[in-house]
C-alpha cells in the first residue's frame, strides 16, 4: 500500500509561483513512477509532469519551461516547482504512483492517489 499526501497548493496571481508536495509513504516498489496530474472542472485529468525511479521526467508541453518536477528520496516526497502561473493553470493538482507506468501521462495506469490540492490563478 501506498498513502500520497499533496500540500502547497493556494491563490496566486498570474505569473506567480507555486511549490506543490506530496509525502509518499508505503512501499517504494509501488512508487516507482511519479506523477502530478490535474482536472479543472468540466474537463479530464491530465498529466502534467511524470519521474522515474532515477530521476528521468517528463513534462507535459503546457508546462514545459514553466513547472519542474523533483523528488527527495530520503524525504520521500515529490514536488512540483510552478513558475509564470497562467489563469489556465486552476485546477485540482493530484499526485500518483505506480509501479510501472512506461507512458507517464495515463492516469489508467497509477494505482495510487492522493486526494488532491487545489490551484487557483487569477488574472
Known amino acids: 500500500q501506498v498513502q500520497l499526501v499533496e500540500s502547497g497548493g493556494g491563490s496566486v496571481q498570474a505569473g506567480g509561483s507555486l511549490t506543490l508536495s506530496c509525502a509518499a509513504s508505503?512501499?517504494?516498489?509501488?512508487?516507482?513512477?511519479m506523477a502530478w496530474f490535474r482536472q479543472a472542472p468540466g474537463k479530464q485529468r491530465e498529466g502534467v509532469a511524470g519521474i522515474y525511479t532515477g530521476g528521468i521526467s517528463r513534462h507535459a508541453d503546457s508546462v514545459k519551461g514553466r513547472f519542474t518536477i523533483s523528488q527527495d528520496n530520503a524525504k520521500n516526497t515529490l514536488y512540483l516547482q510552478m513558475n509564470s502561473l497562467k489563469p489556465e493553470d486552476t485546477a485540482m493538482y493530484y499526485c500518483?504512483?505506480?509501479?510501472?507506468?512506461?507512458?507517464?501521462?495515463?492516469?489508467?495506469?497509477?494505482?495510487?492517489w492522493g486526494q488532491g490540492t487545489q490551484v487557483t490563478v487569477s488574472s
Open positions: 508505503g512501499s517504494t516498489y509501488s512508487r516507482r513512477v
Open positions: 500518483a504512483a505506480s509501479e510501472h507506468a512506461v507512458i507517464w501521462y495515463l492516469a489508467s495506469l497509477y494505482n495510487y
